[in-house]
């Protein structure tokens, strides 16, 4: 067989040099295509997980509201001697009122956040030992974080909060008018944030009333103290009528010229 006529029958089934480039920038599109589509996937998969996390924890009830109601009444019973109630101890976080999501977001926490919150377990656990000036003891543990204090009463002291972005310098001066009450006068400098907090504490538990001074928002949380029985069946049911609840604290302070509260004898 003629060679020629071989080579121009193996031409046939052998690409040309235009062909081979052709080919080449065919390979180099499919690549691209697949690394685009993989990346899209990735981007879509991590939006729905994402995003049904967020719905998961948006159609959930919070295990905190709806019951501030009988905890006011339960917590802020009577007490007939505030000298006998014994503050030192450890308090559990049962309840929050429905102005506590508004505090929140004053203090501009994230919307993706407050859910989590609304969720989250807390303990309080203060120590006041015995004493005239005594060295006063808080912890606070959450979910994700544990911060604590030591302080005398009518000393400014400092303390971290926050995590990440949303961090800061809280300013703080406690003064106990009452044997069973706390109050405390909180300053955040940097950002002109003025707060209130009074901690009433009975046998039953604690109330703590926040005040955000700027916004004029109020909220208050209600704490269960360790080792208290409470019949749950009776808290679903409501609020029992044989409880007497407290009488409003008469508030004999004024605040002075730099802003803190000072108490009348």
């Known amino acids: 067989m003629d060679s020629n006529k071989i080579l121009q029958e193996n031409s046939l089934f052998l690409p040309s040099n235009g062909d081979g480039k052709e080919l080449k920038k065919t390979r180099r599109c499919t690549k691209k295509k697949i690394c685009c589509i993989c990346c899209l996937s990735f981007i879509l ?21 709806g019951d501030a109601g ?8 009577n007490v007939k001697n505030p000298n006998q109630v014994e503050v030192s101890g450890r308090y559990e976080l049962v309840s929050v009122d429905e102005h506590y999501q508004k505090y929140l977001e004053a203090m501009g926490v994230p919307f993706f956040v407050l859910p989590l919150l609304a969720q989250a377990s807390e303990t309080h656990e203060i120590s006041i030992p015995e ?4 060295l006063v003891a808080i912890t ?10 030591e302080f005398h009463w009518g000393e400014e002291f400092s303390m971290e909060y926050g995590g990440g972005s949303m961090t800061g310098t809280m300013f703080n001066n406690c003064t106990r008018p009452q044997h069973n009450i706390l109050y405390c006068m909180n300053e955040e400098r940097d950002k002109g ?10 046998n039953q538990g604690l109330v703590m009333t926040r005040n955000f001074l700027g916004e004029n928002i109020i909220t208050k949380k209600y704490y269960l103290k360790e080792g208290v029985d409470i019949d749950m069946d009776q808290l679903r049911a409501g609020a029992p009528e044989d409880v007497e609840t ?8 004024y605040i002075d010229e730099e802003g803190w509260i000072v108490w009348e004898d």
């Open 140 to 149: 606070t543990k959450t979910d994700w974080d544990t911060t604590e204090s």
């Open 246 to 253: 407290v009488a409003e604290v008469e508030e004999d302070y």
């Open 45 to 65: 998969v991590s939006a729905l997980v994402v995003g049904g996390g967020l719905l998961y924890l948006y159609s959930r009830e919070s295990t905190l509201l």
């Open 193 to 202: 944030w003025m707060f209130t907090n009074e901690l009433v504490y009975t």
């Open 70 to 77: 009988y905890w006011e009444s339960v917590l802020n019973v």
């Open 131 to 134: 004493g005239d000036n005594p």
